[in-house]
C-alpha cells in the first residue's frame, strides 16, 4: 500500500465550478501536509500548506482530518489556469525533512 | 534567473552508459534532494544531503550515487545506465526554517 494515495482523475470541471478531492495518508506519525501544484512536464511548486483547523488562500481551501487521515483540496470558481496536477505531500514525524508525495490529481477546467 | 538550476535538461543515452545530472542552488539551503517521477508513481526520492557532509539514501537509491561537492552543489550519478531509469528526474532544496521544497525544472532522461 501507498503511503500517501490520491485518486489520479482527471477531474474534469467547468470554468466556475467547485471541485474538491482528496488525499489518505498511511502513517497516523504524519504530522505536516502540503498541496503542491504541478504543470504539464514542470517542476512541483507549493500551493499551501494545510493546518489542522483547515485553511484558506483565495478560491482554494484545506482541510486536514487526522481522525480518518486524510486531507481534502477544494478549488471555488475554477479557472481554465488551474488546469494542473495536485500533489499531496506529507512529512512523517521521524522522517523530519523527508517528503512523501502522492502521484497527484490531474485537474482539467473546461471552456 | 533561477534558484535552482538543473543540467542537461534533456539527455538521450544508451544502455550501460556513465550519467552525471547536476544540480546548483543559490537558496543558501543546506538540505538538497534527488527524486524521480513517473507516469502514476508520483516523486520518489533517491537520495538526500542534509549538508555537505551528511548523504543519506532514499526509498530508490539502488543503481544511483550522489556527491555533495560544496552546499549548493548536489550531483546524481547513474554509473551504467538501464533502460528502466527513464525517468523525469528533479532536484529540490529546503531550507532549515521551512516547510517548502523548491525544485528545479528537472531533466527528462531516456536510457536506450
Known amino acids: 500500500r501507498k503511503e500517501v494515495e490520491q485518486d489520479p482523475g482527471p477531474f474534469n470541471v467547468p470554468e466556475g465550478a467547485t471541485v474538491a478531492f482528496n488525499c489518505t495518508y498511511s502513517n497516523s506519525a504524519s504530522q505536516s501536509f502540503f498541496w503542491y501544484r504541478q504543470d504539464c512536464r514542470k517542476e512541483p511548486k507549493l500551493l499551501m500548506s494545510v493546518y489542522s483547523s483547515g485553511n484558506e488562500d483565495g478560491r482554494f481551501t484545506a482541510q486536514l482530518n487526522r481522525a480518518s487521515q486524510y486531507i481534502s483540496l477544494l478549488i471555488r470558481d475554477s479557472k481554465l489556469s488551474d488546469s494542473a496536477t495536485y500533489l499531496c505531500?506529507?512529512?512523517?514525524?521521524?522522517?523530519?525533512?523527508?517528503?512523501?508525495f502522492g502521484a497527484g490529481t490531474q485537474v482539467v477546467v473546461t471552456p | 534567473d533561477a534558484d535552482v538550476t538543473q543540467t542537461p535538461r534533456n539527455r538521450i543515452t544508451k544502455t550501460g552508459k556513465r550519467i552525471m545530472l547536476e544540480c546548483s542552488q543559490t537558496k543558501g539551503h543546506d538540505r538538497m534532494y534527488w527524486y524521480r517521477q513517473d507516469p502514476g508513481l508520483g516523486l520518489r526520492l533517491i537520495y538526500y544531503s542534509f549538508d555537505v557532509k551528511d548523504i543519506n539514501k532514499g526509498e530508490i537509491s539502488d543503481g544511483y550515487s550522489v556527491s555533495r561537492q560544496a552546499q549548493a552543489k548536489f550531483s546524481l550519478s547513474l554509473e551504467s545506465a538501464i533502460p528502466n531509469q527513464t525517468a523525469l528526474y528533479f532536484c529540490a532544496t529546503l531550507g532549515r526554517l521551512d516547510n517548502e521544497q523548491f525544485f528545479g525544472p528537472g531533466t527528462r532522461l531516456t536510457v536506450l
Open positions: 505531500v506529507v512529512i512523517v514525524t521521524d522522517s523530519w525533512g523527508k517528503f512523501q
